[in-house]
């Protein structure tokens, strides 16, 4: 049995609430779950303190089970140090600037480094 350590919904329309769980992967998401680890208000303000609730306990002892947070929890538990930053993936090819976009790139940095060599060597000349 995989366990993840997942958020489980909960909440009315328009105002998300969520259950930090670990849970059985085959579970529904807001279905059955073995055990409550915390709470997670995303309404809330990045500061204040009731926004990520979590018994550190708890979930230092599910990762060295082998339960595996997911993407989201990781970023938030590596704020708190339980665990490490999720690695950030590649953005796909296909949402990359097109060839006209990265040659308006490529010559607007070309301008700015000749702007910044024409500056240079007027500070220099001017010693």
Not at 11 to 31: L, M, T, W
Not at 107 to 125: C, F, I, L, P, R
């Amino acid at each position: 049995m995989a366990v993840r350590i997942r958020l489980s919904r909960g909440g009315s329309k328009k105002r998300p609430f969520y259950r930090i769980v670990a849970a059985d992967q085959r579970a529904p998401r807001d279905g059955r779950f073995i055990e409550k680890l915390g709470t997670f208000n995303p309404l809330l303000p990045k500061d204040h303190a009731e926004r990520l609730i979590v018994d550190a306990e708890k979930v230092k002892s599910w990762i060295s089970k082998g339960a595996q947070p997911t993407e989201r929890l990781q970023k938030l538990f590596s704020t708190l140090g339980l665990c490490a930053a999720p690695k950030i993936h590649e953005q796909p090819k296909k949402s990359a600037p097109k060839a006209k976009a990265q040659e308006r790139m490529k010559e607007k940095a070309e301008k700015a480094a000749a702007a910044a060599a024409a500056a240079d060597s007027e500070e220099t000349s001017a010693e």
